[in-house]
């Protein structure tokens, strides 16, 4: 007997052990009340047992050595330059070459939207599909938002998470968008506000997906690519690819990379695609996203300053919370070696001080402790005010599990308007 969608949703998330944007699927939680307690009620235990309070020694006796909390730096600029070098280096940034040349596939226009299907080809991989959307009939330059979808443990969609195109939309995703963000395609309703939108398909994800005809067939677990949009083969291939996960992150790590720097390789060329358009104000371009897509604005704000404006939705805490508490709960995607010597994890996003910032976090987030994830705030406020610029940086908190809802939305909005607009 079929099951219910809402429980193919879960399933497909706790299999995953996705973030919808870097962790354990909110659903998976949320209908496990046992696995929930058993988290809350040994909050006095490491996750690693007695081996954690040794190992989180090691990052917090003193500050990390790169923090601009430190004393010993007092010019801005300069600290820049140093903690961004290192954590460049520290991430294993693959050169991509020139930006790829884009190819249209298609124009049309839908709820006083017009979208653009557009694909680049990088030097690995299949072609990049994005998305591109912008009010209808709007002429000159615009602001522009570099839209980041999440993970939730579901590789095999991309940008659909986030938008509508007027097309059959896949059931799956509709309930993706009724749980994540509360019915509603976040990268449509920014484009209507007056803005260009790029939604890229991430490393891994949709387009960028690893096919199962791609890999040794003693590694696909007697899975194919045939009729890939049914549920319950995207099921399938979303469980082989959380299982394959380990496996990218430590091939990644032998060739010198690792995850969050391809991430943040292949973000910029979406970004100089951007860029590169005729209709945006290159002086006006914000970028953000949920859990996974805060991820990757925690990376691409923190180290590309041509973002001037950044939320960060339910991706905010510290290193001691990923190791301490939570690293259950996330994907192999956000792990840097070394780096959490010289930054604490919000400290990467602090890198772009004094440019604007908002974080938004939810208060019974799975994915995080609360007192971690206000303890990540404390410090990039630190670095704000440090730095005179504490009107840049703002962190709300709302009630409920992992999402990105309209309260929130309408918030982020309003940061981006404030920012880019006037």
């Known amino acids: 007997m079929k099951k219910p969608r809402r429980d193919f949703i879960k399933t497909a998330g706790l299999a995953g052990f996705g973030l919808a944007g870097g962790v354990l699927s909110p659903q998976s939680f ?34 990390p050595s790169l923090s601009f909390r430190n004393e010993r730096f007092t010019a801005l600029e300069s600290w820049k330059m140093e903690a961004m070098s290192t954590a460049k280096e520290r991430l294993g940034i693959p050169d991509l070459g020139k930006v790829p040349e884009v190819t249209v596939h298609d124009t049309y226009v839908n709820d006083g939207l017009r979208f653009e299907e557009i694909s680049w080809q990088l030097p690995y991989g299949n072609p990049t599909k994005a998305l591109v959307i912008k009010p209808e009939g709007v002429k000159g330059r615009l602001p522009a938002i570099l839209a980041f979808h999440d993970h939730g443990g579901n590789k095999y969609f991309g940008l659909r998470k986030i938008t509508r195109t007027g097309k059959a939309q896949h059931p799956l995703m509709i309930e993706h968008q009724d749980h994540y963000y509360e019915g509603k395609a976040w990268a449509n309703e920014i484009a209507k506000r007056g803005y260009v939108v790029i939604v890229p398909d991430s490393f891994t994800f949709a387009s960028r997906r690893v096919l199962l005809e791609e890999v040794p067939e003693n590694r696909r677990g007697g899975l194919t690519d045939e009729n890939p949009e049914k549920e319950e083969n995207i099921s399938a291939y979303n469980k082989w690819a959380a299982d394959h996960e380990h496996i990218m992150a430590k091939s990644l790590f032998c ?168």
């Open 30 to 63: 949320a209908f496990s009340p046992a696995i929930k307690d058993l988290a809350m009620s040994k909050n006095d235990l490491s996750i690693i047992g007695p081996y954690g309070p040794w190992a989180n020694g090691l990052i917090s006796k003193e500050l």
């Open 255 to 422: 060739g010198g990379t690792s995850w969050p720097a391809v991430f943040f390789a292949e973000d910029q060329v979406a970004l100089e695609v951007l860029l590169a358009r005729k209709d945006v104000d290159p002086d006006r371009v914000g970028c953000g996203g949920l859990s996974g897509g805060g991820l990757r604005t925690v990376m691409m704000g923190g180290l590309d300053h041509r973002i001037k404006c950044a939320v960060c939705v339910g991706f905010m805490s510290t290193w001691t919370d990923f190791l301490l508490n939570r690293a259950y709960t996330h994907t192999w995607m956000a792990y840097v070696p070394r780096l959490p010597n010289e930054l604490d994890f919000p400290e990467i996003l602090g890198l772009r001080v004094p440019l604007p910032t908002l974080v938004l976090n939810d208060i019974d987030d799975q994915l995080y402790t609360l007192p971690e994830m206000q303890k990540a705030d404390k410090i990039l406020e630190a670095v704000f005010v440090k730095a005179g610029a504490q009107d840049k940086y703002k962190a709300s908190y709302y009630p409920g599990l992992h999402k990105f809802d309209q309260a929130m939305q309408i918030e982020a909005f309003e940061w981006w308007d404030q920012w880019l607009k006037n």
